[in-house]
């Protein structure tokens, strides 16, 4: 291929996408070790915030697809949680979960900061990809605003040696920085020829998939993880119990009304997350309606109740009925 990779003329190339080139659509999810980036990325392809991002390790619970929509392609992003070394019965599940969905998607992305060495963790989850034979995988170099180049060379080298280690060749392997925009829609065109042909999957106007009342959850779960995370980084889980438009209002001014629990393992927790005269539940409301109304594009009235599910990691019953 070498003499052919001379660029054609932009406008004749486009010309002949549009006569030749079928319509592609298929599934990729981005895979890394906590805090490798993957939501970001998500939320940059996608161009709007789908999949919450928080510098605690494990907040993406539940399987969040972001769609970019491309003339060409079709591209459904599945979020799935980050792989570790399971401690609890949650742990298991979650670990479960991403096995299932790397062997269903198309393309998988492995996610690894350019900021950090490539450790034990990601070593961890490039073995277990190297075992899913069939599906191409791209490595993907994140957060490269916060390198200087050498280090992000060391980066690439380190990555494209560990593939050869574990006997496979990455399909692809790109720098890229979600926060400054920085090859985003690079990584975008080398996803899209890996994915079948075939019509979208999805509607124009779908962002995700993901039930409302889960993304409700996620963004009510993010804020009221902000300020709190050494103290209760995982003990807490949000149940949007119902979302319902408050009645007799004008048709020009309507208003959702989102009933909500916060769940906490124990009681000791629970001051943590109301705070000194309630402020921080306050705020914690406040900051999520806003998130809240921009993905539902209607005002929203959200009444908030912290609750204690004891120990609910742990317990199997509970894990189901907080939605796990």
């Known amino acids: 291929m070498g003499a052919m990779s001379a660029r054609p003329n932009p406008e004749a190339a486009a010309r002949q996408a549009e006569n030749t080139d079928p319509h592609r659509a298929g599934f990729a999810c981005f895979v890394g070790r906590p805090n490798a980036g993957k939501s970001t990325l998500t939320n ?52 479960d979960i991403v096995r299932t969905t790397w062997a269903e998607v198309d393309v998988i992305g492995f996610c690894l900061p350019a900021d950090q060495k490539l450790g034990p963790g990601d070593k961890y989850i490039v073995k277990e990809l190297a075992g899913i034979k069939k599906t191409p995988k791209i490595a993907i170099i994140t957060k490269t605003d916060l390198v200087e180049s050498k280090q992000l060379a060391e980066q690439l080298l380190a990555v494209s040696r560990l593939g050869e280690e574990l006997g496979f060749e990455w399909a692809e392997i790109i720098p890229v920085s979600a926060v400054k925009d920085r090859q985003v829609e690079l990584l975008a065109d080398l996803i899209a020829p890996l994915l079948p042909e075939g019509p979208p999957l999805y ?5 995700t998939d993901e039930p409302e ?17 050494d103290e209760l980084p995982h003990s807490i889980a949000v149940v949007v119990e119902e979302m319902l438009p408050r009645e007799d209002r004008p048709a020009d001014k309507p208003l959702l009304d989102i009933h909500a629990n916060v769940y906490i393992e124990r009681p000791s927790q629970k001051g943590i997350i109301i705070g000194p005269k309630g402020k921080r539940l306050k705020d ?15 005002p929203v009235f959200l009444d908030l109740h912290v609750k204690v599910a004891k120990d609910w990691q742990r317990d199997p019953k509970q894990l189901r009925k907080l939605g796990f």
């Open 44 to 95: 940059a392809l996608v161009g709007r915030k789908v999949a919450i991002t928080s510098n605690r390790p494990q907040t993406t619970r539940h399987t969040v697809r972001g769609i970019v929509h491309r003339p060409d392609a079709q591209l459904i992003l599945v979020d799935t949680p980050g792989l570790h070394k399971p401690r609890t019965l949650l742990g298991e599940r979650l670990n």
């Open 203 to 207: 509607p124009e106007g779908d962002l």
């Open 213 to 229: 009342m889960v993304m409700v959850a996620e963004l009510i779960r993010e804020a009221a993880l902000e300020g709190v995370r």
């Open 284 to 298: 914690v409301g406040t900051k999520s309606r806003k998130h809240i109304e921009a993905l539902l594009g209607t």
